[in-house]
Every structure is written in structure tokens, then in C-alpha cells.
């Protein structure tokens, strides 16, 4: 349990409850955990939340960053797992190394922080969600940034006090309270925590906000960050508004993520940015800017349906094919794919995998028609002669350049040709992998089956089926 000094300020375990009005139920509270003081106010409250029992068997877990950046990083870890003893909370502590090559280095141990908290959460399943200590002071600074990056509504909104991040939830308590008011609470409960010396860096943009442009304002706009936190609402509901235009632009979503030419094309200027942004961000992006905007209207847009533009935006790129746009990645790799090789049996072949997909075989259809795994979407539904494969050895290779092949009741010709019949979007090409039986194509599983390996009966059909692990164009 923790020490608890009477409360005579506006943070207190309300907040905690306000929080979890809109998920009443989570198992388990994962808080991110650095030591600092925002983090150590939100874990004490927390904690001061679970000793009244207030929501029954809530399990609370800290998780702690480390991202050994600092000299003291190693101290601080040491005073986390102190506080965490001392208080009764599980700790997970995580070392992540920060590759300073890709971005800034806030911005690189942000990313690093999120995708440890998103792994400890996800594994703890459903009903886990997490919270973070950002305040009010942390929203002004976040928008006066964005303001000078030439943001719009969405970027403006800065932070949301609930919202979804890599798939998880995400809960802020106190976005509604400034730096003062948590410092007068932990001064009140006689809290220690920790500082980060670089806080101290005004050549970090965010540190010269915080203390050299707002304590000046301050002294002639005292309510400023009030105000300011008013207007990232504002921008919030702005942002909403603009999303509901863009679902109506876009029409109901394709199952292979991929966004309709003709849907772009009757609009306005500002409506296309608009939907472009809204379907970037709706499978998986970051919100682009906009110069990425304007160069996939002016340049994928306009190019002729038999041609391939395609911009690229960092590790992503946003390709054309045919009469739909795809987010893919920029250079798809398929690692060195040790699985592929010679294998004793059909069933060996469940479960290889590589970077960009994993291969599933199904045993001959049950008694209810339905096999275990089914084609996904985009793909064809492959089943193969078992007695067939199983009569030579098996092996799995991809496209050299060169192969010809005849599917079931057609002719023999270039893969190249069947790929463009069956629409197999240029980027997939070279890793969809080819099934061999000996020294014949068996097929592309998930694509076509060679004449000579169609099953013969519902006891002789096995599905084998190449599952990607990227979107994938829908064959038509």
C-alpha cells in the first residue's frame, strides 16, 4: 500500500475514475513508468485507487523503459523498481536499444517506448489497456510544435485523452491538469522521483518551448494554457468532422485495403488531401504531409492504368495498380527464407514462413465443408492432389524469371502471363512462392493449381494456401 496524505487539490482518484468511464472493465492497468515525476504522481494514484478496491481484481503493471541514452539510465531503473517494491507493483523492465540514424533522438525512444508497451500489453490480451502521465503543459507544448511543422486539424488536436495506438488502448488522467497542480500534489504526498538532465537542453525544441517562450507568455496570458488546450479540442472536433466527410468519400472499405481511384477522382483539391489522409491513417500510417499529398494526386493519379507509379514515404510506399491505390512497403524483402527447401511431407509445409507471409496447408475438408484456415482475402482457394504431392519429395522456390506454367484446363505459358491474368499487383511477383513435386510446378499456392495436381476427390483435395503478411490486392 501507499502513504496518503489528506487531498486538498484538483488531482485526486476522481480522475482515475473519469478515465475508465468509457472502459469500465479492464483487467489489467499497465502504466509507463519512467520515474519522473508526472509518472510517479499517476502511479501513486493509481495505487492510492487500487488499495480502496474500487474496481475489484484490476491487476495494476508498471512498465519501464530503459533507454540507455543517459549516464544515470541505470539509477533511474534502480529507483523504479524501488518505488515499485515499495508500493506493491509488478515492474516490467525493458533495456531497447535506439537507433539515432532514423530520426531525432526524442522521436526515436518515443517510437522505442510505444512498441515495448504495446508488446507487453498485447500479450496480456484483452481487457489490458495503458496509461500515461502527459498533462496539460505536455498538450500546449505538442501543439505550439505542430503549429510551427504547418500542421492541420488533425496534428493540431494534439493529444486525445482516450484513443487507440498500434491496437491498444490508451488512457491519459491527467490531460486536464497542468505541470503546477502535479507538482503541488507530489510535494503534498512527499513523492520522489527522478530528472532527466536533458530536460534541462534548450537546443531540444520542446524543452525551449517549455521554458523560455511559455514562462514569458505566461506573465501576460495567465489562463494560456486553458486556452491553448481549448483550441487542440477544437481541432479535435474539426478533425472528426473531416474523418465522417472522408468515410462518405471513400464509400465502404475494400477488403484488401486499397483505395479507389474513382473515389478521388470527381473531388476537389482539398477533399482529396482530405481522403488521402483519412485512408493513410485508416490502414496503418502516419498522418503524411502535405507534400506527399499533392505528389500522389499529381503523380500517381494522372499516370496511364497500365503503368506502376509509386511515392515513397519512407519505409512505406504508396503504389498504383490498375484502378486502386495500395499502402505497401518500399522494398519488400523476403528474408533469407531458410524454410525453403526439400520436405518429407504435405504437412511439413504448415506453418514456413517469411517476412512476408507464412503458408498453411489443410487436411482434406470435415464433415462440414469448412477447412481450418481458408483462403484470405484477395486469394484463391488452392486445393491439391494429395496423393500427387506426396509422391515425390516437395520444395518451395520463388520466381528466377523464365518459368512457365500450366494451370488446370489451360495452356502452358509465361508465369509472367498468369500473373497479369489473375492481377497479381507487380510488387507481390517475385515472392509469391512456387510449388514444386519433384522437379514439376505444382502450383502457386493460393494462386492456381497445375494441370496434373487438382484433386481427384473431396478425400484426395488438400488447401494449401500462401497467407501474406502485407495488404494484397484482391483478385478479381
Not at 175 to 185: F, G, P, V
Not at 467 to 475: K, L, Q, S, Y
Request: charged residues 20%; contains cysteine.
Amino acid at each position: 500500500m501507499v502513504g496518503e496524505n489528506e487531498v486538498n487539490a484538483p488531482i485526486d482518484i476522481h480522475l482515475i475514475r473519469q478515465a475508465l468511464e468509457s472502459h469500465p472493465q479492464p483487467a489489467t492497468i499497465f502504466i509507463g513508468f519512467s520515474g519522473g515525476m508526472d509518472s510517479t504522481v499517476l502511479l501513486h494514484l493509481l495505487c492510492r485507487w487500487r488499495d480502496r478496491n474500487e474496481h475489484g481484481d484490476v491487476a495494476l503493471q508498471a512498465i519501464h523503459v530503459n533507454h540507455q541514452l543517459q549516464s544515470h539510465a541505470s539509477d533511474w531503473q534502480r529507483h523504479c523498481q524501488r518505488v515499485c517494491q515499495q508500493w506493491d507493483v509488478p515492474l516490467i523492465v525493458e533495456a531497447v536499444d535506439i537507433d539515432l540514424h532514423q530520426s531525432s533522438p526524442e522521436q526515436a525512444a518515443r517510437d522505442a517506448r510505444y512498441r515495448s508497451f504495446n508488446k507487453h500489453v498485447s500479450e496480456a490480451g484483452a481487457g489490458a489497456v495503458l496509461m500515461l502521465a502527459h498533462h496539460r503543459d505536455d498538450q500546449v507544448e505538442t501543439l505550439l510544435q505542430r503549429l510551427a511543422r504547418g500542421s492541420g486539424p488533425l496534428g493540431l488536436g494534439a493529444m486525445l485523452p482516450v484513443t487507440e495506438r498500434l491496437n491498444m488502448s490508451v488512457f491519459r488522467p491527467l490531460l486536464e491538469q497542468d505541470r503546477e497542480q502535479l507538482a503541488n500534489y507530489a510535494a503534498q504526498q512527499k513523492l520522489v522521483w527522478v530528472e532527466d538532465p536533458s530536460n534541462q537542453n534548450d537546443q531540444i525544441e520542446r524543452n525551449y518551448i517549455r521554458r523560455q517562450i511559455l514562462p514569458a507568455w505566461r506573465k501576460i496570458k495567465p489562463q494560456l494554457n486553458q486556452t491553448i488546450a481549448r483550441s487542440a479540442r477544437l481541432n479535435q472536433e474539426a478533425s472528426a468532422l473531416l474523418d465522417q466527410l472522408a468515410a462518405l468519400d471513400m464509400g465502404p472499405p475494400r477488403a484488401d485495403q486499397g483505395l479507389a481511384i474513382g473515389q478521388l477522382t470527381g473531388l476537389a483539391l482539398p477533399r482529396q488531401k482530405n481522403l488521402l489522409r483519412y485512408w493513410l491513417v485508416r490502414v496503418g500510417a502516419l498522418a503524411p504531409s502535405e507534400t506527399l499529398l499533392l505528389r500522389v494526386i499529381r503523380e500517381v493519379l494522372p499516370a496511364a492504368d497500365d503503368g506502376s507509379p509509386m511515392v515513397e514515404w519512407g519505409a512505406l510506399s504508396i503504389r498504383r495498380f490498375r484502378q486502386h491505390l495500395y499502402l505497401a512497403p518500399s522494398h519488400l524483402e523476403s528474408g533469407s527464407l531458410p524454410e525453403l527447401g526439400r520436405f518429407g511431407s504435405v504437412a511439413a509445409l504448415d506453418g514456413l514462413a517469411s517476412s512476408l507471409g507464412v503458408l498453411r496447408v489443410d487436411p482434406p475438408f470435415d464433415g462440414a465443408g469448412a477447412s481450418q484456415h481458408g483462403a484470405p482475402d484477395g486469394q484463391l482457394e488452392t486445393g491439391f492432389s494429395l496423393r500427387r504431392l506426396q509422391a515425390a519429395p516437395l520444395q518451395l522456390s520463388l520466381r528466377t524469371g523464365g518459368e512457365r506454367v500450366k494451370p488446370a484446363g489451360q495452356l502452358t505459358k509465361p508465369l509472367k502471363h498468369w500473373f497479369q491474368a489473375l492481377t497479381v499487383a507487380p510488387w507481390l511477383r517475385p515472392y509469391w512462392p512456387i510449388l514444386y513435386c519433384g522437379d514439376q510446378v505444382a502450383g502457386l499456392p493460393g494462386l492456381l493449381v497445375c494441370d496434373g495436381f487438382e484433386p481427384e476427390s473431396e478425400q484426395d483435395r488438400v488447401v494449401v494456401t500462401w497467407h501474406w503478411r502485407i495488404p494484397v490486392p484482391v483478385i478479381d
